[in-house]
């Protein structure tokens, strides 16, 4: 007992670590209301960085362009501007942001220490405020002298891309305004019968009952009406929206489809799903509100503003004139929300991408060790998501009752000045009541179109990401003219050169002459170039120097799809999607029936393990085989490989993951497989490839030595050296 009031107390003295964070971040609001979203974050490192999505241009001093104004195609002139800020601010910013980080290791530490003392707490708590609204305010300062660089039509290209994306629907579009227009003249007309109401009700003994009754039927009739203008509102602002983000979707997927493997290999597939999925959710869940509440809203106003002037001026001079108001409140938070949303969605990819990464990696993460670094990533992402997050739901947050504010005085002012003019008889208290409505009716769309705004920012933002991978450069197109290919086996690669990255080379003028059914083995340390060649072979990238003849025609006059079918692959790294193993067989021939499947899975020893399986050949397979081993789902590639059979193989460590009596056996079945049939074999273990025809030996993208495995033997050069060094150790 005496413990566990010990750990209460314990307890209940921690408790007020949150309440001097709190107190301090509320002091630090006011500052960091003036910065921007994507100013430079700590980049764990003390140095600061643009965190405005991925794929930044790096420039010196620990900056980096922010990508969405570097895909506005900016002038020399812009790009030499941004540039000097960026430098000149890098610096200062940097310091700022070492003593962030030195401030709050110092109250973490103090926190959890069992010399906790909660005056010092507080005052940490309130000097790494300040230090940090100073932060924001150097950021807000370093992004906004940036961003008056870009001219207006840049600041509105991603607008303008939505708006494009919208035009085929515009039949929708136009029926959406109609549709509003009658719900909000049904709505504005209910306040002037229930006003001409009141004006038939004079007093004691003096009412119409049946004018009354007959405004009551009117209005139930008015209101049936605009009950029914809105649900086609909404049906027609729904079909806009999902049909957009469908669109977007299937852009984004077919560009996928185009995109180089060197854009794959260069960013998180993690991050390139949360574009896809999180980003064109948020912003459908925009755009929906944007057509559901903003055109009523505006025409709410303008519908608004004509019947008030229709009854009476000076009252609608004191609308008009307080109203602007509430339209700089608005725009001045719109701005700096859409800031911090646009980081919100930079960084939500980033921590979708880093799960994604550890999830996968899981294995190895424990297994080396790794779970505190992986847990310190997260936190440090988390931490950079929980400070956009805040101060993009502070602002967006503090739009609606800002604005209502602002309506109040609207509201109060009608209601002073008509009550003067309705004592003096220039109005009748029916009227009054008619203004008063529509005081409530006019200023309740600013309060919905300020939210509005707010999410069309987050919105265009979270658009402006989807647009960046829609605009990456597409992989290099198929000529005009491209043929099918026709392969009888010949493979010519003459002076090829690759590499990369400009300032390293990989492969350098490499000559190769592969006859129709030979066996080609390519061997040489890691790094060496062997599945850069595979990729060039498959055209996964285009070569920069040379060219790549199968059957005496340039592979890039050729489709890619019948080059690629031309070859059957078995590559160490595994890949099987979400289906049954039947279908995981079949995929490169779908129409194969069940004893074709069968015979290739025999063919690559996987019948008797699949059909251990719970449901055989449908049993069904999670994503990227995860319910079965490594070996398994090495088996069930070669068994695709099986099950096509085309005119040329290629096979890197194939059977890396297989146990060598089973390995014994594909081998045989390789052989029997690769008779007739033009092969290029890639292996570490060289004892897998001495019946190969030729061997080729690989060094710094170089070809040295090339020859059958007992002539390089005889040789006693690199691949003697390599063959012999399996064996040094072992004695005999």
């Known amino acids: 007992t005496q413990a566990l009031q010990g750990n209460a107390m314990n307890l209940r003295k921690k408790l007020l670590i949150p309440l001097a964070l709190i107190t301090a971040t509320a002091a630090a609001l006011p500052f960091a209301a003036q910065a921007m979203d994507g100013g430079p974050h700590c980049d764990g490192h003390g140095g600061p960085r643009f965190g405005m999505r991925g794929g930044m241009d790096h420039f010196e001093g620990g900056m980096h362009m922010p990508p969405f104004i570097r895909e506005l195609k900016l002038t020399e002139a812009q790009r030499d501007q941004i540039f000097k800020i960026m430098h000149d601010r890098a610096p200062a910013l940097r310091d700022k942001a070492k003593e962030v980080s030195k401030a709050n290791y110092e109250l973490h530490a103090l926190m959890f220490s069992d010399k906790y003392d909660e005056a010092r707490v507080r005052t940490l708590s309130e000097t790494n405020a300040q230090a940090m609204a100073t932060l924001a305010q150097m950021r807000a300062a370093s992004l906004n002298q940036i961003y008056q660089t870009l001219t207006p039509e840049q600041r509105n290209a991603t607008l303008r891309r939505v708006l494009e994306k919208i035009r085929p629907y515009g039949f929708f579009v136009v029926c959406s305004l109609i549709v509003a227009a009658v719900s909000v003249a049904a709505q504005l007309y209910i306040p002037i019968l229930c006003g001409s109401a009141i004006d038939m009700m004079l007093g004691k003994g003096a009412v119409d009952f049946g004018g009354v009754m007959r405004i009551i039927i009117e209005v139930l009739v008015v209101a049936g009406v605009a009950a029914l203008a809105q649900w086609l509102l909404s049906v027609c602002n729904n079909r806009i929206t999902f049909a957009v ?47 559901t509440q903003l055109f009523s809203g505006v025409l709410t106003i303008l519908g608004t503003l004509l019947f008030m002037l229709s009854e009476n001026v000076p009252i609608t001079l004191v609308v008009v004139c307080i109203t602007p108001l509430s339209l700089v409140v608005a725009s001045f938070l719109a701005k700096r929300s859409y800031k911090y949303f646009q980081g919100q969605s930079t960084v939500r990819g980033e921590q979708t991408a880093l799960v994604n990464e550890m999830i996968e990696g899981q294995k190895v993460v424990q297994a080396f060790g790794h779970e505190a670094q992986s847990l310190e990533a997260f936190d440090e992402v988390n ?24 309506n109040n005085i609207v509201y109060a002012g009608v209601g002073l000045v008509g009550a003067v003019y309705a004592v003096a008889g220039g109005i009748t208290i029916g009227q009054l009541s008619v203004f008063l409505s529509y005081a409530n009716q006019y200023t309740k769309p600013f309060n919905e179109i300020s939210g509005v705004v707010t999410e069309l920012q987050n919105a265009l933002a979270c658009a402006a990401r989807v647009f960046e991978l829609l605009d990456a450069e597409d992989q290099v197109p198929e000529a005009e003219n491209a043929k099918v290919l026709e392969t009888d086996g010949h493979v010519e690669l003459k002076d090829v050169s690759f590499r990369y990255l400009p300032d390293r080379p990989l492969i350098e003028g490499l000559d190769l002459d592969v006859k129709p059914g030979q066996r080609i083995a390519i061997v040489g340390p890691t790094g060496c170039g062997k599945t850069t060649l595979i990729n060039l072979l498959m055209r996964f990238y285009d070569v920069n120097v040379g060219s790549i003849k199968v059957s005496g025609t340039d592979i890039r006059d050729v489709t890619r799809a019948s080059l690629r079918g031309s070859y059957g692959m078995v590559l160490q790294d595994t890949w099987l999607r979400a289906g049954t193993v039947r279908e995981n067989i079949a995929y490169g021939k779908p129409d194969a029936s069940l004893e074709e499947i069968v015979a290739a899975a025999k063919a690559a020893h996987a019948d008797s393990f699949i059909r251990r399986l719970p449901e055989g050949y449908d049993t069904v397979i999670a994503e990227d085989g995860g319910n079965i081993s490594q070996g398994q789902k ?39 497989m690769m008779q007739g049939r033009t092969s290029f074999i890639v292996a570490h273990r060289l004892s897998t490839i001495r019946e190969a025809d030729v061997i080729l030996v690989m060094k710094d993208g170089h070809i040295v030595e090339q020859g059958s495995h007992d002539q390089l033997l005889a040789q006693g050069g690199f691949y003697a050296k390599l063959y012999n060094s399996q064996f040094e150790g072992v004695q005999t």
């Open 383 to 406: 931490g950079r998501l929980q400070d956009v997050s805040l101060k993009a739901i502070f602002f967006s947050s503090m739009t609606n009752p800002a604005t209502r504010f602002v």
């Open 245 to 291: 983000s469908r669109d977007l979707r299937n852009a984004a997927m077919r560009k996928i489809q185009t995109l180089p493997l060197s854009y794959l290999d260069s960013h998180p597939s993690g991050d390139i799903v949360s574009r896809m999925v999180a980003d064109v959710d948020t912003f459908a869940d925009g755009l929906l509100m944007g057509f």
């Open 634 to 672: 090495q088996l069930l590639c070669i068994a695709r490989v099986m099950l096509c059979l085309p005119p040329m193989l290629i096979l890197d460590e194939a059977t890396s993951s297989i146990d060598t009596r089973t390995e014994v056996r594909i081998q045989k079945a390789f052989a029997r």
